[in-house]
Structure formats: structure tokens, C-alpha cells
């Protein structure tokens, strides 16, 4: 019979893959508001395809990601379960706020802040953090939606001028299936981004627990399954209030012009992995998105729309962090490792 401990401990990881699932409706948009606002797919096979290519991403990436969320933004000596538990009730919390109210805001930033508020609970001091670590998460809170809108709008540059003498139906009909082809690289993208950064809690769990050496490096594979099978789960269910607000309420968009924000998300979302950068794969999509419609003149964007956005982005790390804290308190009475 299983022990208190490694009961709780289980329990913790089936919140961290709640979290997980949760990522995925919430981040459903992200992968699919294009594909579905331009009617190349229905909704229901649009999920499906995302979702296999957010589960088949962790045959494409290495996991960088993951480490860098587990062992690189907070000292992770420092850190016992009751932290970890706070910091995921705090991230779910925001992430369920923000999908209510249709924001695309970060799940990975609620996160990062959600573990970060908990840790500095739990410490009483912000030497817990980690600088090097949280500043490039924090530098690229603007990085990744410049890169995605500068990527969109050369993209859509490039693409009216060889498309310049087709007739429109022709461009259309190209475009169509050219947006299946850039779905699928962007929902490989968020999958390999995305899934890691709750590998990197759950190896922060194991570690904590003693149930792997500290010197571990990886988190174990069934961690890697788990965690992108989870996120294929949330995504089949889709964030439809958030789908709304990406594919329609920010610009008009034709499939040329998804398949360039796709694109341009997935080159970004492709670069940020490889260099073990745990980005916003919203804040991407949404700065591509912007980059596309603003090739047809600033008045086709609804900056309205995108300020509300970006006021979300900026509030999810402190909110989250806040949420965190003040839910360590009770959980550290609960939880005694």
C-alpha cells in the first residue's frame, strides 16, 4: 500500500497534468482560431489535427524547455511540494479567469509567475529567484510577439508580390491546403514548447519528493508522454470563447493570410525551442496575426481588441504570482514536504 507521501505526491502530478490539459483548451486557439476563422477546416477536425501534432512533438524536439522551467527560474533547493502545488493552483486559477472572459493570455507566463509567487511565499525573500532565467522569460514577453508580427508581416510582404498576377479564387484555393501544412507546424511548435514547461514542474516534483537523484538532468519518459498526451486531450476540447477572439475580433483573415501567421509562429515558436526558451506561443500567434492584418493598413487591425490583449498579458505574471503566494500559506499546512 502506497504511503501518505507518495499518495500526495501523485496527486500533485495529476494537477500538474490537469494543468496541462487545461494549457491545451485554453492554447487551442493558438493552434487553431486561423485554421478555423478562414473555414479551411471544421472546428471539430481542426482539434483533432492539432491535437496529434501537439502529442507528436516530443519525437521532434529535445527538452531544453523543460529544464529550463524546472531547474532555471527558481532555486530548486528550495523549493518542497507544497510550492509546486501553489504555483500550479495559482496558474490554473488565472488560466480558467482568462478563458472565461475569452483573453489569449500566456498559460506558460501563469505558470512561471504562479511558481516564482509561491516560491517567494514559501522563502520570505526574492533571493529564491533566479535572474538569469526569468529575465530571458521576461525579455521575451516582448521579443516573441515583435518576432511573430515582424515574421507575419515579411511573410505576407513577400507572399502578395509572387502572388501578385493570381486570381483571387486561384490564391484562395492554394492557400487552403498550403494552411494545413503551416496548422500542422504550429500546433508541432506549441506542442514542443508548451507540454515542457509542465515537464519541468513535474521534474521539479520528482526531485523535491526524493523520487529522482538531484543530479538528474531529464525528466523520465513517462513524464514526456504523459504531459503531451495531456495537452492533445485539452486541445481536442477547445477553447472556443478564445478561438472567437483570435480568429475574428482582432483582424479579418482569408487562408493566405493564416497560413503566413502560422508560419511566422511556427518558425518563432521552432527557434524559441531549439534555444531552450519557454515563450508565449499566444503572445506569437497573436503578434503574427497582427503582423499579417497590418499589411493591409493599420485600420484593418482592431487595436482596441489587441490592447485588452496585451493589458492581460502584462497583469498574468504578478496576478498569478499573487494568486500563488497567498495559497501557499494553508497548502503549507496541509502539505509537510
Known amino acids: 500500500m502506497l504511503d501518505p507521501q507518495h499518495l500526495t505526491v501523485y496527486g500533485i502530478i495529476a494537477l500538474a497534468l490537469g494543468f496541462d490539459y487545461i494549457n491545451g483548451f485554453h492554447d487551442a486557439a493558438n493552434s487553431i482560431a486561423t485554421v478555423v476563422s478562414t473555414r479551411v477546416l471544421s472546428p ?32 530548486h533547493t528550495q523549493v518542497n511540494v507544497a510550492v509546486v502545488t501553489a504555483g500550479l493552483v495559482g496558474a490554473i486559477t488565472w488560466n480558467l479567469i482568462t478563458w472565461f472572459y475569452g483573453i489569449p493570455s500566456s498559460s506558460s507566463h501563469a505558470l512561471v509567475g504562479g511558481f516564482a509567487g509561491a516560491a517567494v511565499a514559501k522563502v520570505g525573500s526574492l533571493k529564491v529567484l533566479l535572474p538569469a532565467g526569468l529575465i530571458k522569460i521576461g525579455v521575451f514577453i ?5 518576432v511573430g508580427l515582424t515574421l507575419g508581416f515579411i511573410l505576407m510582404i513577400i507572399t502578395y508580390w509572387v502572388c501578385r498576377r493570381f486570381p483571387p479564387a486561384k490564391v484562395s484555393s492554394i492557400f487552403r491546403k498550403l494552411q494545413l501544412v503551416s496548422a500542422a507546424a504550429y500546433s508541432l511548435g506549441h506542442g514542443g514548447n508548451d507540454a515542457q514547461k509542465t515537464m519541468g514542474i513535474i521534474f521539479v516534483i520528482l526531485l523535491t519528493a526524493g523520487f529522482l537523484p538531484r543530479e ?22 477547445g477553447g472556443w470563447r478564445i478561438v472567437k477572439t483570435m480568429g475574428q475580433k482582432i483582424c479579418k483573415l482569408q487562408p493566405v493570410h493564416g497560413f503566413c501567421a502560422e508560419t511566422a509562429g511556427a518558425i518563432a515558436l521552432f527557434g524559441a525551442t ?4 519557454p515563450v508565449s506561443t499566444t503572445h506569437t500567434i497573436t503578434g503574427a496575426i497582427l503582423g499579417v492584418g497590418s499589411t493591409r493598413g493599420l485600420h484593418a487591425v482592431k487595436w482596441g481588441v489587441a490592447g485588452r490583449v496585451v493589458w492581460a498579458w502584462i497583469l498574468t505574471i504578478p496576478i498569478s504570482a499573487a494568486i500563488s503566494a497567498l495559497m501557499y500559506y494553508p497548502l503549507s499546512r496541509i502539505i509537510k514536504f
Open 142 to 146: 516582448i521579443v516573441a510577439p515583435f
Open 44 to 75: 471539430k477536425a481542426a482539434v483533432v489535427w492539432a491535437a496529434f501534432f501537439n502529442f507528436v512533438a516530443f519525437m521532434v524536439f529535445k527538452l531544453g524547455v523543460a529544464t529550463t522551467i524546472g531547474k532555471g527560474t527558481v532555486d
Open 216 to 237: 538528474t538532468q531529464d525528466p523520465p519518459f513517462w513524464v514526456v508522454l504523459a504531459c503531451h498526451a495531456a495537452m492533445g486531450l485539452g486541445t481536442l476540447a
Open 274 to 277: 531549439e534555444f531552450k526558451i
